[in-house]
């Protein structure tokens, strides 16, 4: 698991959460993290921990061929 530059980072975790349908609040409270933490890491801010970073590609794996795409971007094997 590696994920580049922080406005990669961000733009995972955007497109990560607008293919879920969730608001930042609805994304956080599924990572277990902050509304703000969400806010930081799409602002640029901030990037997520390694552990958060692996529950974001845990949910792309889960969402079969809509999260492919990222995986195979922000996840490379």
Known sequence: MSVAQ???VAEMVRETRHRL???QEQFA???GVSYQSVN???NRRTK???MI???IEEMLRSMGDRGQD???KHFPS
Do not use: F, S
């Open 40 to 42: 930081r890491w799409e």
């Open 6 to 8: 922080t406005p990669l």
């Open 48 to 50: 997520p921990l390694p």
């Open 53 to 55: 970073l692996k529950l």
């Open 70 to 72: 990222l995986l195979d």
């Open 21 to 23: 349908g969730l608001t």
């Open 29 to 31: 409270a599924k990572l």
